[in-house]
């Protein structure tokens, strides 16, 4: 009969045991997260996504990459969907490579629209506190909006490199007037009519 009680008992506390475990390592689990989420995200390391092989290399990531990279989203956030959805599109998504891509894929170019990327970025954007849940029409016009804005600084930029005017001078502008310098360093005017 003593045999019998302490045999319960010590099936008892065993059980015990094996619930306290299970709730240290509950609690565990509970303490990284909130650590975590104190933390600022890491920018994930294929970003910005630079060639259409990295587009693919993310379209093809996990589960982790993929809530690693909302999470990023979520946290560089802005203050309205507009400023939120080009700053993720900058963040993500390099302007030398938004030429290969339109929304819908027309052209010939890939479509942006139905890409892992994109997904990511809506869903970083929706959980932003600054400003309401956007629709997908209110999110969709606002990157289609971030895309053209993304090709126009790489325009911008590609007609920067191109140096020549012409004769090959550089145009240098000055507060006073437009002048031209030519290869030797000599200034000529070119327009001595408009004066500020």
């Known amino acids: 009969m003593l045999f019998n009680v302490y045999r319960r008992l010590y099936e008892r506390l065993h059980r015990i045991e094996a619930e306290l475990t299970r709730v240290n390592s509950t609690m565990e ?3 990284r997260c909130v650590q975590d989420h104190h933390r600022a995200p890491q920018k994930p390391a294929i970003f910005p996504i630079r060639s259409l092989p990295d587009m ?10 993929y809530s690693n990279a909302v999470n990023y989203f979520r946290h560089i956030g802005g203050f309205n969907l507009r400023e939120a959805v080009n700053i993720c599109l900058k963040e993500s998504l390099k302007d030398a490579i938004a030429p290969s891509f339109t929304w819908w894929g027309r052209q010939e170019h890939r479509p942006l629209c139905n890409t892992r990327l994109i997904r990511a970025i809506y869903d970083g954007v929706c959980q932003n506190k600054n400003f309401e849940k956007p629709t997908r029409s209110e999110f969709q016009a606002q ?3 971030a895309l053209r804005m ?6 911008s930029r590609s007609r920067k490199k191109t140096v020549p005017h012409g004769d090959g001078a550089r145009i ?3 507060l006073r007037d437009d002048e ?7 200034m000529e005017s070119i327009n001595d009519d408009e004066q500020f």
């Open 29 to 31: 689990k509970i303490l």
């Open 56 to 65: 693919d290399a993310f379209e093809g990531s996990n589960e982790d990459e």
């Open 143 to 145: 990157m289609r909006e």
């Open 150 to 155: 993304s090709k126009e600084r790489h325009r």
């Open 172 to 174: 240098q502008r000055t």
């Open 180 to 186: 031209r310098s030519n290869e030797s360093g000599d």
